[in-house]
């Protein structure tokens, strides 16, 4: 079987890019596009189905939002209830403050266990503080062990979706990279699905046996008992968490639940809104350390990275709630067009076009005009984020392009004085006279041009609705 | 007979005059007495969805001292009739949103009609706007009133829920993903053989047609598979056709 070179998804679109810019370049990909439009149809079809069979799946729904705004509420003491539970169970717990910080702490507990190499359930939270890439560059090696993880990885690629971070590659893709990149892929693999998870399975194998320390992140972080969960598919999780002498967990405070009880509900809620499961395969849940029983040394690294400033914003804090199921990415116009590496950051699609200009302010300011407002993700969120309206909120912080900031307090200026406006109207009437007779104006100066590049424009009419109900009111 | 006011919106004050004609039209020929408030502009939606607020609020209150004293406001407009329910309490605290109607919502659940005598025997495929359908909720009402029309033969749209592209401010500060949205939406359209593309909302249908006029310029009748793409028309327009 012939094999393609790889080149890396993300190295063909400019990360720092403006989106307009980077979308782009991905709109010209027509590989990329048939893959988003293939995966995301898929699984978009398969979450309607099993969101649909829940009588009470709109009370779910409800119920996740209360709980996610009163974790919100109390952060501060359910962070340090949990410390006391998770130490109590045996657990060694530290604070983040940012990305380095959690870094330093971490590559600090794989050093004094004596490894140079960790293997690592898939985490978005080390994605965010790009953990693998300080290991490297301080020496340490990190391996992932999620199938779409290990393919990113082994491209050397960067994840484009939140739950399927390969989401943008197809299974011959795959097979290439498998042949190419993984060192000891089975001669004369195919692109079969079957023989490709094998493949892996086995490359992987190795890994877990003889790895020291495993790092993850969690789903959920359980005040009350100081338990950590981790909701997953392939039982990579499950390794990790259990053969490893010693696991570090990396913990985003929004994830923090106060009862374990409140589990419940978003056990419902995940699996369907994520994967379109009605469950998933692996949930783990540990309470610290035990003797004989999983790793002996359990820490828990609770990062921040960004949060206490998001939560700061009233509106704009329940972007936190999110459970990183993708939903809003599947069912994104938007996100299904450019896919994830266009967004120029680890969290894409709508929750990462409001999450990432929080977590990093003064940057990404163009996410939040990444998306028509169509509201699709408002309604597939199952913790009810109303991401159209934290969208419209980050726009108000600008800053606006000053002719734009010109035409919009032109146009202010005219629709709030009606006399204005009906002369305006006119003035449109009038002006647009010359092109009448072609009834659609096709070419436009910038930024009109912005519009008719792809679309004509219809005219003003002869006579408007007012000339008409004038001449009725006769 | 019972009074109320009709909000035509900015978009079609400045494009579409026969959407109102065909609104007054609706509600006159049920027996309501129609108002048209001249001193009305725009909502300030675009201000709004751009980030512009204080403009957005300077709109609201100009919108409220139009239409403050009427009990009814009818609006041929799904966006917009959102945009004073959901926004406004944000902006000015105004709840005037909840005495504006989208048409369908008004003849549905204040009129109590469907059947509104309306004849158009043409092929129809509707497009449910984002804003209608999403953020007021308007489900199947503008659908309902188009099934009870005489002789209309609806065809059913593919994908008929993903979003055209429009957006607003959206299609220029984001063009190129705005049309690919609308590539998919005008293939899917004009797939259906309809004579006419339907919605509640006519900026959705300027970029829909926009860009069904454009294809038809540019490729010729192929690149819709060898017929004209369907006509946009607000469903006002066939509600008031007469029987």
């Known amino acids: 079987m012939s094999t393609h070179e790889i080149v890396p998804a993300a190295s063909l679109i400019p990360a720092d890019a403006p989106f307009p810019k980077a979308a782009k370049v991905a709109l010209g990909m027509p590989q990329l596009r048939k893959n988003l439009a293939h995966a995301t149809g898929t699984i978009r079809a398969k979450r309607a189905n099993v969101a649909g069979e829940l009588d009470d799946w709109e009370a779910l729904r409800d119920a996740a939002a209360a709980i996610k705004a009163d974790v919100q509420h109390r952060l501060p003491e359910l962070a340090i209830e949990f410390e006391r539970n998770a130490i109590a169970a045996g657990a060694q717990v530290h604070w983040a403050r940012d990305a380095k910080e959690a870094n330093e702490i971490a590559a600090r507990i794989v050093r004094d266990a004596g490894a140079e190499e960790v293997v690592k359930v898939k985490s978005m939270a080390t994605q965010e503080i790009e953990l ?60 079969e699905p079957a023989a490709l998870a094998e493949a892996a399975r086995l490359h992987l194998r190795r890994r877990f046996l003889s790895a020291k320390v ?19 598919s392939e039982g990579n999780g499950r390794m990790c968490l259990t053969m490893p002498e010693t696991l570090i967990s990396i913990v985003g405070i929004e994830k923090l639940l106060p009862s374990f009880a409140d589990l419940e509900v978003f056990m419902q809620l995940l699996p369907r ?39 700061a914003d009233e509106v704009g804090r ?54 028509s407002l169509c509201g699709a993700c408002y309604e597939v969120c199952p913790v009810k984020i109303d991401i159209p309206e934290v969208l419209v909120h980050l726009r108000q912080r600008g800053p606006h392009q000053a002719g734009e900031q010109a035409a919009m307090g032109a146009a202010r200026a005219v629709m709030a004085r009606p006399a204005l406006w009906r002369a305006a109207l006119r003035a449109a ?3 647009s006279m010359p092109w009448r007779r072609k009834g659609f104006l096709r070419r436009l100066p910038w930024p009109g041009s912005r519009w008719t590049v792809s679309r004509d ?17 006769r | 007979m019972p009074r109320v006011a009709l909000f035509i919106t900015c978009v079609n004050d400045a494009l579409f005059p026969e959407t109102p004609k065909a609104v007054v039209r609706i509600l006159e020929r049920l027996g ?12 300030g939606q675009m201000h709004a969805n751009s980030g512009y607020k204080k403009d957005a609020e300077t709109l609201a209150s100009s919108f409220e001292a139009v239409f403050g004293d009427y009990d009814a406001i009818v609006t041929p407009s799904g966006s917009c009739a959102a945009m004073t329910r959901d926004q406004y309490p944000h902006l000015t605290g105004s709840d005037i949103g909840r005495r504006v109607h989208e048409l369908s919502e008004f003849l549905i659940d204040v009129a109590g009609v469907e059947d509104v005598g309306a004849r158009f025997p043409h092929t129809v495929t509707y497009h449910p706007t984002c804003h209608g359908t999403r953020a007021l909720g308007l489900g199947d009402k503008p659908l309902r009133l188009l099934r009870a029309v005489q002789d209309i033969d609806l065809v059913d749209l593919p994908a008929a829920d993903q ?64 017929r004209r793409g369907p006509r946009p028309i607000h469903y006002a327009e066939i509600l008031a056709s007469a029987a």
């Open chain 2, 163 to 226: 979003c055209c592209g429009f957006g607003g401010t959206f299609a220029l500060k984001n063009s190129e993903v705005s049309s690919a949205m609308l590539a998919d939406k005008c293939r899917h359209a004009s797939s259906t053989g309809a004579e006419y593309l339907a919605a509640a909302d006519n900026s959705c249908l300027t970029h829909i047609g926009g860009g069904i006029s454009r294809l038809e310029r540019t490729a010729g009748s192929a690149s819709v598979a060898g």
């Open chain 1, 214 to 232: 495993a790092v993850s992140g969690a789903n959920f972080a359980v005040a009350e008992t100081g338990s950590l969960v981790v909701v997953e």
């Open chain 2, 32 to 43: 309501y007495d129609v108002d048209f408030p001249a001193a009305q502009t725009c909502c």
């Open chain 1, 273 to 311: 809104s994520s994967t379109g499961e009605r469950m998933n395969p692996y949930t783990s849940v540990w309470t610290g350390a035990r003797e004989g029983d999983g790793p002996k040394d359990v820490h828990v690294i609770l990062l921040d990275n960004g949060r206490t400033g998001v939560l």
């Open chain 1, 132 to 191: 693998n890439e300080h290991f490297e560059a301080v020496g340490l090696k990190a391996y992932e062990t999620d199938l779409a993880e290990l393919i990113v990885q082994l491209a050397e690629d960067k994840p484009s979706h939140i739950l399927v971070p390969a989401i943008h590659y197809n299974r011959t893709q795959i097979r290439d990279i498998f042949d190419q990149k993984m060192g000891d892929a089975p001669t004369g693999l195919t692109d």
């Open chain 1, 318 to 371: 329940q972007a936190l709630s999110c459970i990183r199921c993708s939903a809003c990415l599947n069912v994104c116009p938007v996100y299904e067009r450019t896919g994830g590496h266009a967004y120029g950051h680890v969290y894409p699609g709508p929750i990462g076009a409001i999450l990432a200009p929080q977590l990093e302010p003064g940057r990404h300011d163009d996410l939040p005009y990444a998306s």
């Open chain 1, 457 to 473: 424009l219809p005219l003003p009419p002869k006579e408007d609705f007012r000339d008409w109900w004038k001449e009725r009111q």
């Open chain 1, 429 to 431: 009437r009038f002006g």
